[in-house]
């Protein structure tokens, strides 16, 4: 789907305020109300908007305890890759998970109310025999940045191909 200025602005307004009203995405789009409406279902429907989200402080919530954590696994089978990926995708403390290339196969984030907790889901993990070869374990010490939103400006000009990134 090819996307002009006025469908980036849109993007950029949405997902900076996801309960943003049509007027004033409207205003923002530098479009009338019905025809800025139209673009904005039309986004949704090719599914380059696929949802709105609250963003949530966890740390206001309770004390949580975020981990970055390597994966390598010992053999590289189209299998072996869909059951590991079938069952991190089942598990809620999870919250992101990236088939990188290089050294490792993974990088996942991990939320958890505390390092024991982390360790105990490691070790299901391991007694699961997904075929974990190797991991590493990064505490988040601090977090300097971290952004929900993309930079759609820096994508102008630059929908001719489809990507899921």
């Given at each position: 789907m090819k996307l002009d200025a006025i469908d980036l602005r849109i993007l950029d307004a949405v997902q900076r305020d996801g309960r943003i009203t049509k007027l004033a995405l409207a205003e923002k789009a530098g479009l009338s109300p019905t025809p800025c409406w139209m673009r904005?279902?039309?986004l949704e429907k090719a599914g380059v908007i696929t949802g709105y989200h609250a963003r949530i402080a966890p740390r206001r919530i309770a004390p949580v305890a975020s981990v970055m954590m390597e994966v390598?696994?010992?053999?590289?089978?189209q299998a072996d890759f869909e059951r590991f990926e079938r069952t991190i995708a089942a598990i809620p403390e999870v919250v992101a998970c990236w088939s990188v290339g290089g050294g490792v196969d993974y990088i996942l984030k991990i939320m958890t109310a505390d390092i024991d907790c982390y360790?105990?889901?490691?070790?299901?993990?391991?007694?699961?025999?997904?075929?974990?070869?190797r991991y590493f374990t990064y505490i988040v010490t601090?977090?300097?940045?971290?952004e929900t939103v993309v930079p759609v400006a820096c994508f102008a000009g630059s929908g001719d191909e489809e990507s899921d990134s």
């Open positions: 904005l279902r039309k390598t696994l010992a053999n590289h089978r360790q105990r889901l490691v070790d299901g993990l391991l007694d699961r025999e997904l075929g974990i070869d601090k977090t300097v940045k971290e």
